[in-house]
């Protein structure tokens, strides 16, 4: 009880009016990816599928919509194989296990991962009108979510399925109160377990995620997939100036493992993507996500539980490794 009362302490100041932009403005991603299910996985998706959940507040009793920026495949963001010739399906889901179920908590989109009731769903091809502009699923009760006690709220979980074809979707989402522009809930927020994003061709934009580690951790597992070498990766929190990880190459994973310090209990980490500065690698797509000692997969939140940690430089830490 202590944990999940700490945990909603933390979200009640860590989210605020800004808080529904998936990508996040504090994240500096561009844009969410995921390509058609005959790509091939060196393109920089590893499995063509990437689940979203949304947390709407307890006290929230209006009417919700999630809107899908550039939910086709074709026009000037997309990713170009040879022909625009993908069909991708976004499906949200709500009730019972729509998160809480195992499958629906994992990286692969096997088993029961569209677990719960769904409540709306669109498949999306190349369609100029839906091109660089907005569609909007909705409106749904925020009770059609899953009630969890943890978070003191209701979640609906959305997943973009790659159902065909070998072109990439970049998009974003929105939680909004109304079916026409974005405008947000307060005390809302958006996580997942796994991350499939778009790079910046700039080698000097900086990329974030911002796994929270609870008080069961002591050691994370982070993995990524196919950076092409793009770079590093930097881990920074309240207690650690700089921890480097190093990226993967083209079609493979990379994992490294490090123990977390006691003061980073109960805080977010600031997961840094820092691209090389020559030669610079465009269109780079990768995946990541975080394992606990136990091979649980931990929440990245869009806005961090207890804001973007700081490094302190009066706490005194041992070695991690």
């Given at each position: 009880?202590r ?14 009016i ?32 990437q689940?979203f959940?949304?947390?709407?507040p ?15 495949i074709?026009g000037?963001?997309d ?5 625009f010739d993908?069909r ?12 809480t179920?195992?499958d629906?908590?994992e990286?692969s ?19 100029s ?8 699923f909705?409106?749904f ?5 899953e009630?969890?006690?943890?978070w003191d ?7 973009a399925?790659g159902i ?8 974003r ?6 079916p ?10 958006a ?7 778009r790079?910046y ?5 900086v990329s ?17 997939f ?13 207690a650690r ?15 490294d493992?490090f123990a ?6 109960n805080?977010?980490?600031?997961i ?8 610079v690698i ?18 990245f ?8 940690p700081?490094y302190?430089?009066d706490?005194t830490?041992e070695?991690?490794?």
């Amino acid at each position: 009880m202590r944990l999940n009362l700490l945990i909603l302490l933390f979200v009640a100041t860590a989210v605020g009016i800004k808080a529904q932009p998936v990508p996040a403005g504090d994240e500096n991603i561009p844009y969410l990816m995921t390509f058609g299910g005959d790509s091939e996985t060196s393109w920089g998706d590893d499995d063509f599928s990437q689940t979203f959940f949304f947390l709407i507040p307890k006290g929230f009793s209006e009417p919700v919509y999630i809107r899908v920026y550039d939910p086709d495949i074709g026009g000037e963001i997309d990713e170009l194989n040879g022909i625009f010739d993908t069909r991708m399906t976004f499906s949200v889901y709500g009730g019972r296990e729509c998160y809480t179920h195992p499958d629906a908590k994992e990286t692969s989109p096997t088993g029961n991962y569209k677990s719960g009731n769904l409540l709306a769903s669109k498949s999306f091809g190349n369609q100029s009108a839906y091109d660089k502009n907005w569609y909007t699923f909705g409106p749904f009760n925020p009770t059609e979510g899953e009630f969890v006690e943890q978070w003191d709220g209701y979640v609906l979980k959305v997943i973009a399925d790659g159902i065909s074809g070998d072109d990439g979707n970049l998009y974003r989402y929105f939680l909004s109160t109304m079916p026409e522009e974005n405008r947000p809930i307060e005390g809302g927020n958006a996580f997942a377990y796994e991350y499939s994003f778009r790079m910046y061709d700039d080698p000097d934009e900086v990329s974030h995620i911002y796994p929270y580690i609870d008080d069961r951790t002591i050691s994370v597992r982070l993995s990524n997939f196919d950076w092409d070498n793009d770079g590093f990766i930097r881990t920074v929190s309240v207690a650690r100036k700089s921890q480097l990880s190093k990226a993967s190459g083209e079609d493979h994973w990379f994992d490294d493992e490090f123990a977390i310090f006691e003061e980073e209990k109960n805080t977010s980490l600031d997961i840094q993507f820092i691209k090389k500065k020559s030669p610079v690698i465009r269109n780079n797509n990768v995946v990541v996500n975080v394992r606990n000692q136990y091979n649980e997969v931990i929440q990245f939140f869009v806005i961090p539980i207890g804001g973007v940690p700081k490094y302190k430089y009066d706490i005194t830490v041992e070695k991690a490794r």
